[in-house]
């Protein structure tokens, strides 16, 4: 019984952070601050989400279904996947936007600048 | 040969965590599913070592992988979740202070250096824009740059990812 609350309480924390994150990209002045957001809301949200799907598994699993244990352990594994493509992905879209010369908004320093001039 | 070994080990182990609940052996598989997993495994092993095992076995030593675990469930949660914190801050109250700092961790391998740029970037307002290959520096796009950070260049990687080169020093090198 105590599960489906835990279960509950960690949907409502996921799909708070990915509101968040929502809310962010369309605030956020430039690509790499939407970056931020996209970023660090959708990964803890997707974290508390895929953890409510893991205690959903290992809840049915414990009474006796050995079909929980497929869902505990894929969703385990999707969550790695979301753990390294996600950063991954970033710094590539990162990295690809200041090549092709978009300058970050408002910024305070900007020493990959500097260095890409004197090359 | 030894390379072939833990290859189809790696695979054999991988395909059973992933087959679970198909049968009774342990409580867990079936045969059939072992006796294909073993097959594709050896045949995987056969095809992958030499990518699968490029220079040297260190990574193959379970004190880096407790390490490792223990690095993501305690310093690297507690940096995500403080990010997520922040982040959610700067979403509602809409204030930046972006710009681009470069840091020079000092880490020598290929492994140590993604995952440092990666945990950089699942932390707080940081996220990691381009490496040098050279000197592997890192150029970190920060959210909330910090006046006296600014002083000392590069920037001291202290304030952007704390305690963080000093685990993946631990675990990767």
């Known amino acids: 019984m105590i599960a489906t609350y ?8 996921g799909i708070f952070f990915m509101l968040l994150g929502g809310i962010g990209l369309i605030r956020f002045p430039d690509v790499y601050t939407r970056l931020h957001a996209g970023t660090k809301c959708t990964t803890f949200g997707s974290i508390f989400l895929t953890l409510s799907v893991v205690i959903l598994g290992l809840k049915t699993w414990y009474l006796g279904d050995v079909n929980g244990s497929v869902l505990a352990i894929h969703t385990i594994i999707a969550l790695a996947a979301i753990l390294i493509t996600n950063p991954t992905g ?29 090359k | 040969m030894l390379a072939f070994v833990v290859t189809s080990l790696v695979c054999f182990l991988t395909y059973l965590f992933l087959t679970t609940g ?12 072992i006796l294909l997993g073993l097959l594709l495994s050896l045949f995987a092993g056969f095809i992958s070592q030499n990518i699968f095992i490029k220079d040297s076995y260190r990574m193959a030593n379970p004190k880096r992988w407790l390490l490792f675990l223990v690095y ?15 982040v959610a801050y700067r979403v509602i109250t809409g204030k930046i202070n972006p710009g681009i700092v470069r840091i020079s961790p000092g880490i020598k391998t290929d492994l140590g250096i993604t995952m440092l740029a990666n945990s950089i970037t699942l932390t707080p307002g940081t996220l990691s824009v381009d490496v040098d290959e050279k000197t592997n520096d890192l150029y970190v796009h920060w959210i909330n740059v910090k006046e006296e950070a600014l002083k000392k260049k590069p920037v001291d990687e202290r304030y952007i990812c704390g305690s963080f080169p000093k685990w993946v020093r631990r675990i990767a090198e």
């Open chain 2, 22 to 33: 198909s049968g009774s052996i342990a409580g867990l598989w079936s045969i059939e599913e």
């Open chain 2, 72 to 86: 993501l469930f305690g310093p690297f949660f507690i940096g995500m979740a403080k990010a997520n914190f922040d």
């Open chain 1, 90 to 118: 970033a710094h590539a879209i990162a990295r690809a936007a200041h090549r092709s010369g978009v300058k970050p908004v408002n910024a305070v320093v900007d020493d990959l600048e500097k260095e890409e001039k004197k």
């Open chain 1, 6 to 13: 835990i279960i509950y309480l960690f949907m409502g924390i």
